[in-house]
């Protein structure tokens, strides 16, 4: 079941093709992420999701129907470039914030309170927001990106300028979100947190959608036949044990371990590796390498830039 | 439409309470004020020296019925009127009191002619004396019943008008026109300036904290802009009424207080008849005549429901393209070049007041009143000395299409903009947003 669909959505700018026939589906319950380089128009995307801006041309089908303008009602967006009336009071802002998602005031308010006390942010409600730290003016950001328990949750960039300890907390909440049965969408150039969180990923380079598909499956789909394997018993070169067409990446010494990266050629199994490597050492550990979702960025994004 | 009454609602309660606005809120009234009260204190302040008038009595009743006071001298001449006023002038009299020959049995009228603004006690003072004996004359002349006595309670309308050495006349009532129309054309400048630039301001500080993009996943740029302009001309509403209150508290209040003291100030040596028929009263008696007569001549409802038109059209005309400036710059200091061109026909509308003003009826009135970037403060001008109903409802309406467009324009803007960080934007970048 797909939460939301987006179909040969196309948006051109003065200058520049944003957007070029990209189409996303999001699955439900999943965390989807939006990936490409700065430019690439993952933002250009996401304002089409919320409505901010209109495609050119394209559909938007939220679970399963055009989507309306109040749709933008079971959206909670947190944007990447995001902040505060700095002179407002910070508990009159959140309310405010919220009734525009179109919360009454006193859901609201019962909502806001629960998560000012979660977050310990409630003996702030009547300061400015001027006075709040600014870890704290981001937590108070996504409190009222998440107050009005939307289905489908978009992250741009959520985890720049948060401190590592909010960072965590923040990953934390996301995950406990998904659990709750919400939808996310997250986009960032951030791999590790990738591979950390997303199910799904879509690579936008150039406006056009290049990559997607479920993380288990790229990684699997990219995988160069590289296996890491560390021994000892043998000090000779570790070149002369294999084959021509084997390539050997790596190799490190760790005390009396020796640490290897072997790319094997086209055909060959792991089983022909062990074969080779039995007679003259003794293996302490073999495994194949995927490759991370860092490395298939790049190695995407320069492939489509080299062609 | 609920959403823009939340937006309307917080623009307007976190601009009314801030303690800027408090404070003007204060101090407008006292200088406003402080205009009304200001003329009233220094004319009856006396300045101790001798004052000569001239009286020139055409008809021949009032010889010898004013009575010299403190410094006070009135000398009865005979001749005509331009040499009297020339005497006048050289012998530098305070004042030339005339009063001419009329069909009627007794006069009526009568015309102070002065250097300096005859001062209240001493108008009060002649049209006092006048009224008296003309009350007398009247009584005499017919039996006295209640009709009667009705029909003589007489009403002296005393001109002021003021000649200089160059010998040109002025009525006192154009003055008071001209002023007015002054007045509220200054005032709405003011105001489109003050609060157009609050709407500016707030559009920047929502683009620079970077809020904009939160609210605008939640309502559409165009609600965002609408909300903000009308809560701040709401707030400008408020202001303005306040003021009037505030303004017409403090100036009443001063009558209240200030009759008492003059009237405590002449008692000393005075019969209880002299208080009673001289200035305190008197001085009261006289600014609400002269209110009244401007009521006469002045449509205050048309004033009033004009200036409130005027005032709004002309703020919402110029907020939208406030706003749009706003949403084009990252921060204050860029806003200089685009500022200019829409700065520059508020500025020269205040410039032209002043010749509106002298000529409230002529083709530059009639073109500055009419189109829409400068009839909000000319059309005021013009408005205290009558304008053709024609004039007004041409001007109204290009007015509210003028808003219209602007606000149509400056939404195209504003919606581009208020995303747009970091790139100097440039006339050529704005017409691409505006045919985008």
């Known amino acids: 079941m797909t939460v939301f669909t987006a179909g040969n959505i196309s948006k051109r700018y003065i200058n520049h093709q944003a957007l070029d026939s990209v189409s996303i589906d999001v699955p439900e319950g999943s965390i989807f992420g939006l990936l490409g380089p700065n430019g690439a128009g993952k933002t250009t995307l996401i304002r089409i999701i919320n409505r901010i801006i209109a495609p050119d041309t394209g559909t938007l089908l939220f679970r399963g129907d055009p989507m309306k303008r109040h749709d933008i009602h079971r959206i909670g967006y947190l944007p990447e470039e995001r902040g505060l009336y700095k002179k407002m009071k910070v508990g009159e802002q959140a309310l405010y914030l919220s009734q525009l998602k179109g919360l009454s005031k006193q859901d609201a308010i019962r909502r806001l309170r629960y998560w000012f006390e979660k977050f310990s942010l409630l003996e702030w409600w009547d300061r400015k927001v001027e006075e709040l730290s600014k870890g704290m003016q981001q937590k108070v950001q996504f409190i009222v990106t998440i107050v009005h328990e939307p289905e489908l949750l978009i992250f741009d960039e959520p985890f720049s300028g948060f401190d590592p300890i909010n960072v965590n907390l923040l990953k934390d909440e996301i995950l406990g979100l998904k659990e709750k049965g919400s939808t996310i969408i997250f986009s960032t150039h951030n791999m590790a947190s990738v591979e950390e969180l997303c199910d799904h990923i879509a690579l936008i380079n150039n406006s056009r959608k290049i990559l997607d598909g479920k993380v288990k499956d790229i990684r699997n789909q990219y995988k160069a036949n590289i296996y890491e394997i560390s021994f000892n018993g043998f000090s000779g070169y570790l070149k002369d044990l294999f084959a021509p067409d084997d390539e050997v990446l790596s190799e490190t010494t760790d005390e009396d371990l020796r640490v290897a990266r072997v790319r094997l050629a086209e055909g060959k199994k792991a089983n022909d590796m062990l074969n080779m490597m039995l007679p003259h050492a003794e293996i302490h550990s073999f495994h194949e390498v995927l490759p991370t979702m860092n490395d298939i960025f790049i190695s995407k994004v320069n492939e489509k830039r080299g062609s | ?436």
Request: aromatic letters at 12%; proline letters at 4%.
């Open chain 2, 1 to 436: 439409m609920n959403k823009v009454l939340l937006i309307i609602k917080r623009e307007y309660l976190t601009r009314v309470r801030k303690r800027s606005f408090i404070i003007m809120t204060i101090l407008g009234p006292l200088l406003m004020a402080s205009v009304f009260i200001l003329p009233i204190v220094l004319s009856q302040m006396s300045d101790g020296s001798q004052k000569n008038i001239a009286v020139l009595d055409e008809t021949g009743i009032f010889y010898g019925k004013f009575q010299d006071g403190d410094n006070i001298h009135f000398e009865y001449v005979v001749s005509d009127l331009e040499s009297a006023k020339e005497n006048a002038l050289e012998r530098e009299d305070y004042a030339l009191l005339y009063i001419p020959k009329t069909e009627l049995s007794v006069p009526s009228a009568a015309v102070i002619y002065s250097q300096d603004q005859p001062s209240v006690n001493v108008k009060s003072y002649i049209r006092n004396v006048m009224k008296k004996e003309v009350e007398s004359l009247k009584l005499e002349a017919s039996g006295v019943d209640e009709d009667v006595l009705r029909s003589i309670r007489s009403k002296i309308s005393l001109t002021t008008i003021k000649i200089d050495e160059s010998g040109e006349e002025e009525k006192t009532f154009t003055e008071v026109s001209m002023g007015l129309g002054i007045f509220a054309s200054i005032l709405i400048y003011m105001f489109i300036f003050i609060f157009g630039a609050q709407v500016m301001r707030g559009v920047i500080e929502e683009k620079s904290s970077r809020i904009v993009e939160i609210i605008v996943s939640s309502v559409k740029p165009f609600q965002l802009m609408l909300g903000k302009i009308l809560g701040i001309a709401f707030v400008g509403l408020t202001q303005f009424l306040l003021w009037i209150v505030l303004t017409f508290a403090i100036v009443s209040v001063f009558q209240v207080a200030y009759a008492d003291m003059t009237l405590m100030q002449n008692a000393p040596g005075r019969t209880a008849q002299e208080i009673l028929d001289e200035p305190g009263s008197m001085a009261e008696e006289d600014a609400t005549e002269r209110i009244f007569e401007m009521i006469h001549s002045i449509d205050f409802s048309v004033m009033i429901w004009s200036f409130l038109f005027y005032f709004l059209g002309g703020y919402l005309l110029y907020a939208a393209l406030f706003a749009a400036i706003g949403s084009a710059v990252d921060s204050e200091a860029d806003t200089q070049q685009f500022m200019m061109p829409v700065t520059i026909p508020l500025i020269l509308s205040i410039i032209m007041a002043q010749f509106v003003v002298q000529n409230p009826n002529g083709p530059v009135a009639f073109w500055f009143s009419i189109i829409p970037l400068t009839s909000p403060v000319i059309m005021m001008v013009r408005i205290p000395f009558g304008v053709p109903l024609t004039d007004l409802y041409l001007s109204i309406a290009l007015l509210i299409s003028g808003f219209v467009v602007t606000t149509w324009l400056a939404g195209k803007i504003y919606r581009t903009g208020i995303l747009m960080y970091g790139k100097k934007i440039s006339y050529k970048e704005i017409w691409k947003w505006i045919k985008y």
